[in-house]
């Protein structure tokens, strides 16, 4: 039923209005129409609070088609609060979490959220890190750089949790990084660093020390010499080794005959 609208007629006491009697009975019928809406036996509304009377009742905000619930301002359970595009926590020090059901994963975007995961929803999309502005990515203390380095660079710490693109010179070496985060160098030419008389001398002993003046690294070792007259044959003892990447070399060497 349409709401009925009281007939007052054209000026006061005109005579052309509604009835006392008609009046009344209009108003008694949106009355019940309105009650019919709203059971107050279900809900209630006081102030500015609409409460559910029977227990364990819900509230439901329905619209119509693609209409929808608008509220420019939603507080839920007294700490979480919806403004505008931001979700945030009202209570000083209180967690945000999204928590999904069973087997679900939490959805944001594209990125799925899963136990300690973190993993794109799409098929082969890539997942990125971007900081805002001069900013950096930060992961476990240790600050990215923003911008890529040249071929063949590789990261380097500065031991204060800042990486940064650098060259690896090895001049004459070439060098492979083994699993356990060592490096195994080996000369790519061959040069002589000392010589002496086969018919003076049967074997010599060198040691060799080594220095890394980039990393500030040293070792030392070894070398036995001996001959039969046309080859010669090195033994190594005695390695003490602590430089990764060996680029710069200090011998000294001393030499002894045997009859």
């Known amino acids: 039923m349409a709401q009925q609208i009281l007939d007052i007629g054209s000026n006061a006491n005109d005579g052309t209005g509604d009835t006392l009697r008609a009046a009344m009975d209009k108003v008694n019928d949106n009355f019940t129409e309105l009650y019919a809406q709203v059971d107050d036996n279900f809900l209630t509304i006081s102030g500015n609070n609409i409460t559910a009377t029977r227990s364990n009742d819900n509230i ?31 209570q000083s020090n209180s967690d945000l979490e999204l928590t999904a059901s069973g087997t679900g994963s939490v959805v944001i975007d594209s990125l799925q959220f899963k136990d300690n995961t973190i993993s794109t929803f799409e098929s082969n999309a890539n ?38 693109f650098v060259t690896v010179s090895a001049g004459s070496f070439t060098h492979l990084v083994n699993t356990d985060g060592t490096a195994s160098l080996t000369g790519s030419s061959i040069a002589n660093i000392d010589t002496f008389d086969a018919t003076t001398y049967r074997s010599a002993k060198y040691s060799v020390s080594m220095f890394d003046t980039t990393n500030s690294r040293a070792g030392i070792q070894d070398l036995y010499v001996t001959h039969d007259g046309s080859n010669a044959y090195i033994s190594i003892v005695g390695i003490t080794v602590r430089a990764v990447t060996w680029p710069h070399l200090q011998r000294t060497s001393t030499a002894e005959t045997s009859g």
Do not use: C, H, Y
């Open 60 to 90: 439901n905000l329905i619209p119509a088609g693609t209409g929808a619930v608008t509220m420019n301002n939603l507080l839920v359970d007294n700490n979480i609060r919806i403004k505008d595009n931001i979700i945030t926590t009202t």
């Open 127 to 164: 997942l990125e890190l971007s900081a805002s502005g001069s900013g950096t990515v930060v992961i476990n203390s240790l600050s990215f750089p923003t911008a890529d380095g040249t071929a063949n660079q590789v990261l380097k710490t500065d031991g204060s949790g800042n990486l940064g």
